[in-house]
């Protein structure tokens, strides 16, 4: 894999001028993540880095990685960092860095699909026992503040006439599904955040994160914007299963920095968060988008029918950004 591309140096800016007065509380201090090498991670870590250099915080941060020769190739210009350090491990097991850490943050969470059909109870496993673990060593290293990168999806599945949920809202997942595990995992680690938080010394805030895009989003995995880029991308059909008319909100990765750096520093402990766009889009909508900034892509609906599944083709986007169809 070809190393990544450093974010936009505009929304670093963005992000460093919406939460500097944040920043003074961890000057010469040390902040640990899980998670530093995914989607999330790697926004984290940069945007620590941005920050820590422009004002001269003198702090560092700590990254746990099952493969530090893997980050090391993927993001050089992070690791070049002499504010940054590797440290190798699986979040269900790692061992303990020495030192105090002001911060952690929680980033850790398997996003695979295939995975989450195949192996469920290893999604619950690293999901649960990774919390634990991570809790375990907060207390351990005197942390004051945690982060912990939850999910929407513990709310289980989305009333069709409902375009935003808020916290208060009291629906669940499925407890006897496989397939709620990654979602069941979350609600899991949230009771612990709450455990420790009540009878331990960190500060617990809980984020539940919805749907997201910008730099370093998987575009092979389960995220129909990823999907949709990726066909783009490779020339391919812009492909959509099913009528196109379900509803998700996207908020661009630099705000999502924003809105997780201010909860870690400034929100309550122990009251989740949702983190996400006020606006949303139909899956058909958002396609059309792509497609438009895509010229020459076909948009593609599988529809079922009954016992029929039928393609049918939207359109091709010509040079000059009309529709025919």
């Not at 990685?65 to 090391?72: E, Y």
């Not at 989450?116 to 005197?142: K, M, N, Y």
């Not at 575009?219 to 391919?236: E, K, M, P, Y």
């Not at 792509?290 to 083709?313: C, D």
Request: glycine share 8%.
């Amino acid at each position: 894999m070809p190393p990544v591309t450093p974010l936009p140096p505009d929304d670093l800016q963005l992000i460093l001028k919406q939460t500097a007065s944040l920043w003074e509380e961890v000057r010469g201090r040390r902040i640990f993540i899980t998670g530093g090498t995914g989607f999330f991670g790697c926004w984290f870590v940069e945007s620590f880095c941005y920050i820590n250099r422009v004002l001269d915080l003198n702090a560092s941060i700590t990254v746990l990685t099952r493969n530090p020769i893997a980050f090391q190739a993927k993001c050089p210009h992070l690791t070049s960092d002499r504010s940054l350090t590797l440290h190798e491990g699986d979040v269900r097991s790692f061992i303990f860095p020495e030192g105090q850490f002001h911060c952690v943050v929680h980033a850790a969470s398997e996003t695979n699909a295939q995975k989450a059909a195949d192996q469920p109870a290893e999604i619950f496993s690293t999901i649960v026992a990774g919390t634990e673990r991570v809790l375990q060593f907060a207390c351990a290293c005197r942390s004051s503040k945690l982060l912990f990168i939850s999910s929407g999806a513990v709310y289980g599945k989305q009333p069709p006439e409902m375009t935003h949920l808020p916290e208060t809202w009291n629906g669940a997942p499925d407890p006897v599904s496989p397939s709620s595990a990654y979602a069941e995992g979350k609600r899991s680690a949230e009771l612990l955040c709450s455990l420790y938080g009540n009878h331990y010394s960190p500060e617990c805030k809980i984020a539940r994160c919805w749907a997201f895009c910008g730099p370093h989003l998987p575009l092979d995995r389960h995220f129909a914007i990823g999907n949709f880029i990726a066909d783009a991308l490779a020339a391919r059909p812009i492909q959509i299963y099913g009528d196109g008319t379900s509803r998700r909100s996207y908020l661009y990765s630099g705000d999502l920095m924003i809105w997780l750096w201010t909860i870690l520093f400034r929100a309550p402990a122990l009251l989740p968060i949702n983190v996400g766009s006020a606006h949303d889009i139909s899956i058909l909508e958002l396609a059309q988008k792509v497609k438009f900034a895509s010229p020459g892509n076909l948009l593609l609906v599988w529809q079922s029918r009954g016992m029929f599944l039928t393609w049918i083709v939207l359109g091709i986007c010509s040079n000059s950004g009309s529709e025919s169809g």
